[in-house]
């Protein structure tokens, strides 16, 4: 692959991954400004919870309507549209005057947050060269991390400002957002990565496979040209019309013997991956970090730590995954994971809350999620289905992860409650034990495969 090749590529990658980080950021971001809003509006319980659990509302409105939009639209139109979203949502949430516009300006926010979960691991699947495209699928789950942080930092950050720019004077716009409702900041400060994302969105090229799809065939030439090189070009291109014959592009082919196992693997590696635990590592992290004797300061600061470690493990995955391939990673990290929940729930059980190896447990157990659980669920799922079909395919396996996310949240409460922290992360550990043997039973790999090599295996058997 020709140095200019990969320049190109490596720039499309970062644009369409930064709607990876306004995911993360999108939902990391209400930590910090939770507390201000229960206080401005003076926010009951349920206001709360409907405050927390809209976006992932418009998440799951955004994911269903995702796939048929980037399968009849395009990917790029699709991702622009997240952008705009994004956009949208940032100044809404700042600027809201009451409670229901904010709740709007949340919702809008989550639906561009599952269209981008679905469509950006779908767009740099479809455009990376097959020995590339599990570090480059697992850079989106990178980006996704690197939000999550910067939101925590940005959070801190704003907070300290506010502080310091009390008794000062200031354009009143910013002190109204900056100083007087502090909240607004957090939320405004993401019209910048949202505008960027749009505008980068504006310049890379459609998926290849989209405009072959659509019968664009010059277009789809040129862009695999660019993105491969000529040989490669030809050769990605001779196969993909063949799978194009072969596909119907219905629903109806996801049930057919072969597909059929692709779309149970579909769905159930994200809904493992929430029941992995990670829900009540985030939950419990504050506390663990604070009781073992480290000198967090606030809630934030430990927050950042706990981000910053997910970020880092996730840096393995980006490493290896090409090299090692997907199963290795994915049962070693689930072994570890079990093995971590299984410490961290004895830990609990016998009140060792301030042992240095409780936190030994949690942060080992945050580096198995991020180098495979975490991120691997979104490579295997981008690459797994059938061309035509793709966009909807991929956004059933979205539709699963959030359902499952909304599964655990409500429950790990009440896990919580009834069992105590032990019990709860016993239970998370006995899904991890049969993630592992789903994994290891029924999940290719796929390294090193073009896309309409993995359509050939399934038919193969």
């Given amino acids: 692959m020709e140095q200019g090749n990969k320049l190109y590529l490596t720039l499309i990658t970062l644009i369409a991954a930064t709607g990876g980080f306004l995911f993360g950021f999108d939902m990391a971001v209400i930590s910090g400004a939770l507390t201000f809003?229960?206080?401005?509006?003076?926010?009951?319980?349920?206001?709360?919870?409907?405050?927390?659990?809209?976006?992932?509302?418009?998440?799951?409105?955004?994911?269903?309507?995702?796939?048929?939009?980037?399968?009849?639209?395009?990917?790029?139109?699709?991702?622009?549209?997240?952008?705009?979203?994004?956009?949208?949502?940032?100044?809404?949430?700042?600027?809201?005057?009451?409670?229901?516009?904010?709740?709007?300006?949340?919702?809008?926010?989550?639906?561009?947050?599952?269209?981008?979960?679905?469509?950006?691991?779908?767009?740099?699947?479809?455009?990376?060269?097959?020995?590339?495209?599990?570090?480059?699928?697992?850079?989106?789950?990178?980006?996704?991390?690197?939000?999550?942080?910067?939101?925590?930092?940005?959070?801190?950050?704003?907070?300290?400002?506010?502080?310091?720019?009390?008794?000062?004077?200031?354009?009143?716009?910013?002190?109204?957002?900056?100083?007087?409702?502090?909240?607004?900041?957090?939320?405004?400060?993401?019209?910048?990565?949202?505008?960027?994302?749009?505008?980068?969105v504006i310049f890379i090229p459609e998926s290849p496979r989209w405009l072959f799809n659509m019968k664009r065939e010059m277009e789809g030439k040129t862009i695999l040209e660019r993105v491969l090189g000529s040989d490669k070009a030809k050769e990605s291109h001779k196969e993909i019309r063949e799978t194009l014959r072969e596909e119907e592009g219905s629903y109806r082919e996801l049930l057919k013997p072969g597909l059929r196992k692709a779309l149970i693997i579909g769905i159930l590696l994200p809904v493992f991956s929430q029941f992995s635990g990670i829900n009540a590592i985030i939950y419990y992290g504050p506390r663990i970090l604070s009781e073992a004797g480290v000198d967090v300061g606030s809630a934030l600061i430990s927050q950042i730590l706990l981000g910053f470690a997910n970020m880092i493990f996730t840096f393995i995955a980006v490493w290896k995954v090409d090299s090692l391939g997907r199963r290795p990673l994915y049962l070693f990290g689930t072994a570890g994971a079990t093995v971590c929940l299984i410490a961290t729930g004895y830990f609990f059980y016998i009140g060792a809350t301030g042992s240095i190896f409780l936190l030994i447990s949690v942060i080992a157990f945050l580096a198995c999620f991020a180098f495979s659980i975490g991120p691997l669920k979104f490579v295997i799922a981008s690459e797994i289905f059938p061309n035509r079909i793709r966009g909807r395919a991929l956004a059933i396996s979205i539709m699963a992860m959030w359902i499952a996310d909304t599964v655990v949240g409500q429950l790990t409460p009440i896990l919580l409650a009834v069992g105590g922290a032990s019990t709860t992360f016993w239970f998370f550990a006995l899904f991890c034990v049969i993630a592992f043997w789903f994994i290891y039973q029924t999940v290719p790999e796929t390294k090193g495969k073009s896309l309409e090599e993995i359509q050939q295996m399934w038919k193969e058997g």
């Fill in 37 to 200: 809003v229960q206080e401005q509006f003076g926010l009951s319980a349920v206001q709360e919870g409907w405050f927390v659990s809209s976006a992932l509302i418009g998440c799951i409105i955004g994911v269903a309507i995702s796939g048929e939009v980037s399968d009849r639209f395009g990917r790029r139109i699709t991702m622009m549209a997240a952008g705009l979203l994004f956009f949208i949502s940032a100044v809404g949430t700042a600027a809201a005057p009451s409670f229901a516009l904010l709740i709007s300006a949340r919702l809008l926010g989550g639906m561009a947050v599952g269209i981008a979960s679905n469509v950006v691991p779908l767009y740099i699947s479809e455009i990376a060269p097959a020995h590339l495209r599990g570090r480059l699928v697992t850079c989106y789950q990178l980006a996704v991390t690197v939000g999550i942080l910067v939101a925590y930092i940005s959070n801190a950050m704003v907070l300290n400002l506010s502080e310091t720019l009390i008794n000062r004077e200031l354009w009143p716009a910013l002190e109204y957002i900056f100083v007087d409702e502090v909240w607004r900041g957090m939320f405004g400060i993401e019209t910048i990565p949202a505008l960027l994302f749009f505008i980068g």
